[in-house]
């Protein structure tokens, strides 16, 4: 079992910054990939950003440019940069982590952007 804690989240201002942080338990040294994925009242859970275990990223269109995630193998933690936040932002923001055999997710980190 893998344990995923989420923190960082919280309300900022449109326009404004924050950093989500997901640590895992164990090594994700050999992890097949490790993403954030977003869910707002009424709407389904989306991807936001993800990175494999070679570290390729991959982002949502509504946040490229502005949302850099990133990866501390030493720390077994995944980041997600947020910058130039939108009320459109607002979520629920969970981490993924994909390991060979199985799947798990963070109890979720709530995000919200006033304008």
């Known amino acids: 079992q893998v344990q995923l804690v989420e923190s960082g989240g919280g309300l900022v201002q449109a326009g404004g910054s924050l950093r989500l942080s997901c640590a895992a338990s164990?090594?994700?040294?050999?992890?097949?990939?490790m993403g954030w994925y977003r869910q707002a009242p009424g709407k389904q859970r989306e991807l936001v950003a993800g990175?494999?275990?070679?570290?390729?990223?991959n982002y949502a269109d509504s946040v490229k440019g502005r949302f850099t995630i990133s990866r501390d193998n030493a720390k077994n933690t995944v980041y997600l940069q947020m910058n130039s936040l939108k009320p459109e932002d607002t979520a629920v923001y969970y981490c993924?982590?994909?390991?060979?055999?199985?799947?798990?997710w963070g109890q979720g980190t709530q995000v919200t952007v006033s304008s």
């Open positions: 993924n982590a994909n390991f060979p055999l199985h799947t798990y």
């Open positions: 164990r090594s994700i040294f050999s992890i097949n990939g």
């Open positions: 990175i494999t275990g070679g570290g390729n990223t």
